[in-house]
């Protein structure tokens, strides 16, 4: 993941990414064909206790626009949530994918917008 954007109703997208710490900008997701999804820590972790990959299953379905993943817990004994990235997909290349959710509250829609750019 290399971007990642917030746009609140008409307001300005802030950059949610640059806030984040070091050791989740240098995570590194794999979407391989056969279905698995891959997350690398990094150099860095934010938990040295955590293993340093983890791996769930992605798919694509409303005719291959909407794209979701499921990433494991680091660990079982944890109460810690499956990890999900399920959004529309704007754009994909062999380089290049972004990744649009939207959602409506109070007839305020917000935007995030997730970038991931092949390593």
Do not use: H
Request: glycine share 6%; proline share 3%; with cysteine.
């Amino acid at each position: 993941m290399t971007a990642v954007t917030e746009k609140v109703g008409s307001e300005p997208a802030k950059d949610l990414y640059t806030d984040e710490p070091a050791c989740l900008r240098d995570n590194v997701y794999q979407f391989q064909t056969d279905g698995v999804c891959v997350l690398d820590e990094g150099a860095t972790r934010c938990e040295e206790t955590n293993p340093q990959t983890r791996t769930g299953t992605w798919a694509q379905s409303n005719s291959g626009m909407t794209l979701k993943a499921t990433i494991k817990p680091a660990t079982q004994s944890r109460a810690e949530a499956n990890m999900e990235i399920g959004s529309t997909i704007e754009s994909v290349s062999a380089t290049r994918l972004v990744l649009v959710k939207r959602e409506t509250t109070a007839g305020v829609t917000t935007e995030t917008r997730m970038t991931f750019t092949a390593q």
